[in-house]
């Protein structure tokens, strides 16, 4: 069965910097599209990155876009998620998750695999 697992969350300062990881486990993370989700406490799940398969485009949400960056490591199987100049609202629990559709930025329902999640939060 696949997996996703991620990792790379923690506790940090406004300003700082993370990096979240997607790794694949009997899954080719290359033949799929890639997003990362968050949900904070009391608000709905919200897309803020995907990459489509096979080196396709990304999407970034309005709320992170110049400030997060999505990527590929074919060799590693991983997708990475860096996220710079972070703030508090940034704060949630991210998902990566794995689709086989080939829509640009599709919507959260299209998933058909996903990771557990990690908590990010961005705190003074």
């Known amino acids: 069965q696949a997996q996703l697992v991620e990792s790379g969350g923690g506790l940090v300062q406004p300003g700082d910097s993370l990096r979240l990881s997607c790794s694949g486990s009997?899954?080719?993370?290359?033949?799929?599209?890639i997003g990362w989700l968050r949900q904070a406490p009391g608000k709905d799940r919200e897309e803020v990155s995907s990459?489509?398969?096979?080196?396709?485009?990304?999407y970034y949400s309005d709320p992170v876009k110049g400030r997060f960056t999505i990527s590929r490591n074919k060799a590693d199987n991983t997708v990475y998620l860096q996220m710079n100049r972070l703030k508090p609202e940034d704060t949630a629990v991210y998902y990566c998750?794995?689709?086989?559709?080939?829509?640009?930025?599709?919507?959260?329902?299209?998933?058909?695999?996903w990771g557990q999640g990690t908590q990010v939060t961005v705190s003074s």
């Open positions: 009997r899954i080719n993370l290359d033949h799929y599209g």
């Open positions: 990459i489509m398969s096979r080196g396709g485009p990304t």
């Open positions: 998750a794995a689709t086989g559709s080939a829509r640009y930025n599709p919507p959260a329902y299209e998933y058909d695999h």
